[in-house]
């Protein structure tokens, strides 16, 4: 039940658009999105919940389609500071527990 | 910084050993994660504790258990250690009880290597 992750790997150039997708096989309560930096810890990117609601504090945009079980993130317009993998994390119990079930990540690399 | 901290930062040890895993939570945050990192499964959540409570369990070995003390920090003990539990081990932490409350914030984690 692990998500899917799309694409695995993508380079950009500076300036340049990207989308990146997650897809589960199971229905979601929420979608969550890292963002994780060689050698250092994930950070929080976004929360997108049933119903609409976006919870995040950078200006990033992102999607989720609760019928398709799918959410995508779009990074437009990319820095050198985007480059890191992007995990989503998916919510498949609702409720007050904490699990969430990443997916294996893509590794984003914006060159100058 | 996160506010989440984790020790020790590295760990080696010999297959069958024991070791302890320690986190403290960002200040205020009743939930503690814990998550193994591996680069052929990425990231797997093993378990929550809320205030002092086991709150939900993941892929979690037998050989592993975790408690959270009165103080909030948390520990995660891993036992009879194998090659294949080499990883590195991170804790993250939030506000609420569940995912949808909000962010997690992950520590600068431990990396393990079993000999």
């Known amino acids: 039940q692990q998500p899917v992750q799309s694409p695995q790997a993508v380079i950009l150039r500076e300036g340049e658009d990207a989308v990146i997708n997650c897809s589960s096989s199971?229905?979601?309560?929420?979608v969550h999105w890292y963002r994780q930096k060689h050698g250092e810890a994930p950070v929080f990117l976004m929360i997108?919940?049933?119903?609409?609601e976006q919870k995040g504090h950078e200006k990033i945009s992102a999607s989720f389609n609760e019928k398709k079980q799918q959410s995508s993130l779009y990074l437009t317009a990319s820095q050198l500071s985007y480059s890191g993998t992007y995990f989503c994390?998916?919510?498949?119990?609702?409720?007050?527990?904490?699990?969430?079930?990443f997916g294996k990540g893509t590794k984003l690399s914006v060159k100058p | 910084d996160s506010g989440v901290t984790q020790t020790p930062k590295h760990l080696i040890t010999a297959t069958g050993q024991r070791v302890t895993l320690r986190c403290s939570p960002r200040?205020?945050?009743?939930?503690v994660y814990w998550y193994q990192q591996s680069l052929d499964q990425g990231l797997q959540f093993l378990i929550q504790?809320?205030?002092?409570?086991?709150?939900a369990k993941g892929n979690i070995l037998e050989r592993f258990s975790a408690q959270q003390f009165p103080d909030l920090h948390s520990e995660l003990n891993l036992s009879s250690l194998e090659l294949g539990d080499s990883a590195l081990y991170f804790c993250?932490?939030?506000?609420?009880?569940?995912?949808?409350?909000?962010?997690?914030?992950f520590g600068p984690g431990t990396r393990l290597t079993v000999t």
């Open positions: 997108l919940l049933k119903g609409g």
């Open positions: 199971k229905a979601l309560y929420s």
């Open positions: 200040s205020g945050d009743l939930s």
């Open positions: 504790y809320y205030n002092g409570e086991e709150r």
């Open positions: 993250a932490s939030s506000e609420g009880t569940g995912v949808v409350g909000g962010e997690q914030y």
């Open positions: 994390g998916t919510d498949v119990y609702g409720g007050s527990q904490g699990n969430l079930i």
